[in-house]
């Protein structure tokens, strides 16, 4: 998309391809029952943002996400909230838990022992991850010497513990550590044929850069649903900090539509809605039926963004 056309514009898309409603000016009274939501939650660090992570958890349960899934800390430093988040998670809301798991500085034989206490716990869905280097996003990577060396082997390694539901990370424009495109999809076909059975992918802020992925995904003989990541943007600079480390690109149209919001938190949160609304509708248009929402432990802007797509209380 170019700068000038804006996040409204739209785009033709192939013929026959779009559900009933997506892709034109109407919205849908009702999702289409195949279309599946999941929301991503961190760890929370203190008594202040455990009830506001818990209060967003009830808010969104209603919405019978398919899963929630919940990030493990740079080396491992939120290993026992995030245990004891995704167990928690799991046994108030009967909904699947996934938790997020790393290779970042541990061993094998303590990543595997993190692995088999979540088995032990019942919870059966891993999101397995190389991680950042513990210098933080943006630094260079070196595996533990006696660790993992990427994800690819570290889902090699929980299959070897138990039959784990596995989601791995996909990158609509790229791994900024891949030399190429090509490079980055041989990477995740490596992650698919030890095992993982759907990719997640990194935040995006244009359609484009996601259905070029899922088709090149295609094309590398990836079968495993690629789900969109979701990134409702509230606070745009943070988010572009975020992006420029991990290698998403910040449209120019996106920049301009949160200028001169800074002090303006509110229509800040509607521009954030309207935004991701519309990039979603725009997938949901080509066919995708399955969104998972970085919520940044929030309820709101994800839950006006399913309200948009259909997904209601149930
Ligand atoms: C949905 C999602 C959830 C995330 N959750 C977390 C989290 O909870 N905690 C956290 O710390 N981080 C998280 N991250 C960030 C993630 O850890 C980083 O993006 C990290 O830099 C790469 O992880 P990966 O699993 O994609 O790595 P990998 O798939 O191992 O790949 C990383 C890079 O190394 C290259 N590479 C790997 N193996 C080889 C090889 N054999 N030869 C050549 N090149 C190779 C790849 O091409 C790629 O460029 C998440 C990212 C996403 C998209």
Known sequence: MSPDTGPLSRSPGPPGAR???????????????????SFEFSPPKTETAERTLWETVTRLTPLRPAFFSVTYGAGGSTRQRTHETVARLKSETGID????????????????????????????????????????????????????????????????????????????????????????LDNLKRKVDAGADRCITQFFFEADDFLRF??????????????PGVMPVSNFQGIARMA????????GWLAHLFDGLDDDAETRRMVAATVAGDLC???????????????????????AICHLLGVRPR
């Open 19 to 37: 559900p009933a409603g997506a892709g034109t000016s109407e919205f849908p009274a009702r999702a289409p029952q195949r279309l599946k939501v």
């Open 97 to 184: 838990a996934a938790a997020h798991l790393t290779c970042v500085a541990a061993t094998q034989g303590e990543i595997d022992d993190v692995a088999r206490a979540y088995w032990d716990a019942g919870i059966r869905h891993i999101v397995a991850l190389r991680g950042d280097p513990p210098s933080g996003m943006g630094g260079k990577y070196s595996a533990h010497p006696g660790g993992y060396a990427n994800a690819a082997a570290l889902v090699a390694g929980l299959k070897k513990i138990g039959n784990f539901q596995i989601s791995v990370a996909g990158y609509p424009e790229k791994h900024p550590d891949s030399a190429d495109e090509q490079a980055d």
């Open 214 to 227: 899922r088709d090149g995904a295609a094309g590398a003989g990836i079968h495993v649903p690629i789900v």
């Open 244 to 251: 420029g480390l991990c290698g998403a690109k910040v449209p």
């Open 281 to 303: 509708r725009r997938l949901q248009g080509e066919g995708v039926d399955q969104f998972h929402f970085y919520t940044l432990n929030r309820a709101d802007l994800t839950f």
